[in-house]
């Protein structure tokens, strides 16, 4: 076979050597009869491509060829790198492809739904445009959505789903050094395995049956039934019914289940170890995929500590009142305080990512445990991204009695969690976990505004597709 290069790869040092590439026409521009500009775009990376009318090599009719090509075309270049004196703008590559060979490989009707490069302009270069008299299409999300396939093809959606891609892969070597074995549980289960409305039901041969709306259940069995430490990458589904930034009706969940030896603190040992290794690694590994979800969404790197900063709930509900904000100290907080909170915490210890642990009972799922000094408190914690909640985890109710009684004063179905309570009748080890929303963390890491930018194929109250 040929030699294949990628255009990310391409550089100074190919200097004079020929390269045979594939990417999509970005853009083309024909200047005359003799000479014909291409864009072209591989993985979000993109190099400028020179065709000049020289007997032999670029016939008159090649020029013709290549201005006629359709946007978003696939083509074959075969060319010589050559790097120009001037720095190249609208492409990524600093050097330049002069082309001999070009072959159309795959055609892209000629009126696309999306035009990439406006697709892939930041507000500020939008606006500066705007000011210099240029006619410029905004795509709002939703045109976005209903063309994701053309939308994905922005270089900061390239680089998304990278970072997604390297959250699962770190998550899951982490949780593997730490002893953890990986877990697939069922979606189809009989009953909601959070308790609430937000649940998808459906039949099930004649059954009542929900979609899991997380691990919870079974990745609690699994821990009874002797695993020591599991975690699970997988769909969760939500029926929400708020059409928020920040809820999908269908996301990916990283679900974390592990013994306790002595105290949850063990629990939030291991997500502080988790997330500091894992943040420090995308900021080493992932430059190019930041920078360029920056060119479009620019945004500050994530401000976090070596060891993450732990906060008891009363602490959070003091430093809140101390700046003049009043929430019942046994309430939940709701979205508008959990952003102050971030914003007075950052103030006071500059960091973008804490624990707020010890919440109140009354505010928590049906299996989490009361705390033994005071059961108006649990044995729980959130953790949060500039001001956004991330993670949800605690230590679990181990005694059968206690889980049952919790469960349907939290109006809980009990029969139809029977066999999950009957797990913990045959000595049920101490023990706790958490679970992570992908999307979110990708979300509030890049600063990004909507959780549909980092869902690939993004599930709402409103859309099923596509
Ligand atoms: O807070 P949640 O509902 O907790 C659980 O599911 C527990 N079983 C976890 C545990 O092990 N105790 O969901 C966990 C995380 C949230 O912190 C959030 O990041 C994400 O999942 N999440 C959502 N992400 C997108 N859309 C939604 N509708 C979400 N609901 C929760």
Redesign the pocket.
């Known amino acids: 076979g040929r030699k294949w290069t990628e255009v990310a790869d391409l550089n100074e040092e190919l200097k004079d050597q020929v390269v045979l590439i594939r990417g999509r026409a970005q853009t083309i521009r024909a200047v005359g009869k003799k000479m014909a500009f291409l864009v072209v775009r591989e993985k979000g990376f993109t190099v400028q491509c020179v065709l000049t009318v020289t007997p032999d090599v670029v016939s008159g009719q090649m020029v013709k060829y290549a201005a006629a090509l359709s946007k978003e075309s696939i083509i074959d270049v075969e060319g010589v790198i050559s790097v120009p004196k001037d720095p190249i703008k609208g492409a990524s590559q600093q050097v330049e492809v002069q082309v001999r060979k070009l072959y159309c490989v795959s055609k892209a009707i000629p009126i696309l739904p999306i035009n990439i490069e406006d697709a892939a302009r930041s507000d500020a270069e939008i606006e500066k445009a705007e000011q210099a008299g240029e006619k410029l299409v905004r795509v709002n999300q939703d045109t976005r959505l209903n063309n994701r396939f053309l939308d994905l093809r922005t270089p900061a959606n390239q680089a998304i789903f990278r970072i997604q891609c390297q959250v699962g892969m770190l998550f899951r070597q982490f949780l593997l050094s730490e002893g953890c074995i990986e877990i697939h549980t069922p979606k189809l289960i009989p009953g909601s395995?959070?308790g609430g409305s937000?649940v998808f039901k459906l039949e099930y041969k004649g059954q009542p049956a929900c979609l899991a709306?997380?691990?919870?259940l079974h990745?609690q069995m699994a821990i009874c039934a002797d695993f020591g430490r599991v975690f699970e990458i997988g769909p969760?589904f939500?029926a929400?019914d708020s059409f928020t930034h920040?809820?999908?009706?269908e996301?990916v969940?990283l679900?974390?289940?592990m013994e306790i030896k002595e105290h949850y603190s063990e629990v939030m040992d291991v997500v502080d170890r988790l997330f500091v290794s894992m943040f420090d690694s995308i900021n080493q590994n992932c430059k190019k995929e930041l920078d360029a979800i920056g060119r479009q969404y620019p945004f500050e790197p994530l401000k976090y500590l070596p060891k993450t900063l732990r906060l008891t709930f009363e602490e959070g509900i003091q430093i809140l009142k101390e700046a003049g904000v009043e929430v019942d100290p046994l309430g939940d907080l709701n979205t508008e305080t959990e952003r102050k909170l971030g914003q007075l915490v950052f103030e006071k210890y500059g960091t973008e990512f804490y624990i707020l642990h010890r919440y109140p009972l009354a505010v928590r799922?049906f299996?989490?445990m009361p705390c033994y000094d005071n059961p108006a408190y649990s044995n729980?914690f959130?953790?949060f991204i500039r001001g956004e909640?991330?993670?949800?985890?605690?230590q679990r109710v181990h005694a059968p009695e206690l889980l049952a009684q919790r469960a349907e004063s939290c109006g809980i179905d009990v029969r139809t969690i029977s066999t999950y309570i009957d797990s913990f009748r045959c000595g049920a080890p101490i023990h706790g976990?958490?679970?992570?929303?992908l999307?979110?963390?990708v979300m509030l890491y890049c600063a990004l505004n909507n959780?549909r930018k980092t869902s690939l194929f993004p599930r709402d109250p409103q859309r099923l597709a596509p």
């Open positions: 395995s959070e937000a709306q997380s691990p919870q990745k969760v939500r929400e920040r809820h999908l009706c996301f969940g679900d974390v289940e799922p299996y989490t729980s959130d953790v909640e991330i993670i949800s985890g605690a976990g958490f679970g992570v929303g999307e979110r963390v959780v």
